[in-house]
T-cell receptor, first 112, second 114 residues
Framework: SQQGEEDPQALSIQEGENATMNCSYKTSINNLQWYRQNSGRGLVHLIL?????REKHSGRLRVTLDTSKKSSSLLITASRAADTASYFCATVLTGGGNKLTFGTGTQLKVEL | DVKVTQSSRYLVKRTGEKVFLECVQDMDHENMFWYRQDPGLGLRLIYF???????EKGDIPEGYSVSREKKERFSLILESASTNQTSMYLCASSPPRAMGTEAFFGQGTRLTVV
């Protein structure tokens, strides 16, 4: 079964707007990561947040983590057409060794 | 830059064939993963390996096996390909003690079984 589920499944916004994607997971985690996938390609790591962190920033990306709700959100500010891609959250479980489990993804479309 | 290379971008095989998907990484990573990606289902873990000759089943190992004879190479084997194994296959690697570090992905192999 999927450890993480992203919400919404698809999101369409105008260039310049902010995009927010959410991820919920089921069991206790060591860390949560966000990845991006351009159409038909491999995934690229964006940002990692550890279970003892609540917020992290990287450029136009802001990630929050609420372990009490078992959820995370990814905010992309001032979106660009080039941000059009699928975004996935992935978790490393507490005591789960190195196993990296992905969610179902959010398809983001940024229109000009 | 870390490079993870999958042997084929596109592959067409016949039902019942034995299929080998190869993945090579050049950064001496301990951990390697095989996922399959299907629309609406995200990435599902098939197998992963945390050391040479070591492997663990992921969430959907049925119909697959793996081989890791050398640290840099992780092979996925479809023992007898079936049409429901038509999918995008993604290989990834990550550094030692990967509890906190990122995975690097290959470009994927789109496999069609006819």
């Amino acid at each position: 079964s999927q450890q993480g589920e992203e919400d919404p499944q698809a999101l369409s916004i105008q260039e310049g707007e902010n995009a927010t994607m959410n991820c919920s997971y089921k069991t206790s985690i060591n860390n949560l990561q966000w990845y991006r996938q351009n159409s038909g390609r491999g995934l690229v790591h964006l940002i990692l947040i550890r279970s003892n962190e609540r917020e992290k920033h990287s450029g136009r990306l802001r990630v929050t983590l609420d372990t009490s709700k078992k959820s995370s959100s990814l905010l992309i500010t001032a979106s660009r057409a080039a941000d059009t891609a699928s975004y996935f959250c992935a978790t490393v479980l507490t005591g789960g060794g190195n196993k990296l489990t992905f969610g179902t993804g959010t398809q983001l479309k940024v229109e000009l | 830059d870390v490079k993870v290379t999958q042997s084929s971008r596109y592959l067409v095989k016949r039902t019942g064939e034995k299929v080998f998907l190869e993945c090579v990484q050049d950064m001496d990573h301990e951990n390697m993963f095989w996922y399959r990606q299907d629309p609406g289902l995200g990435l599902r873990l098939i197998y992963f390996s945390y050391d040479v000759k070591m492997k663990e089943k992921g969430d959907i190992p049925e119909g697959y096996s793996v081989s890791r004879e050398k640290k840099e190479r992780f092979s996925l084997i479809l023992e007898s390909a079936s049409t429901n194994q038509t999918s995008m296959y993604l290989c990834a690697s990550s550094p030692p003690r990967a509890m906190g570090t990122e995975a690097f992905f290959g470009q994927g192999t789109r496999l069609t079984v006819v």
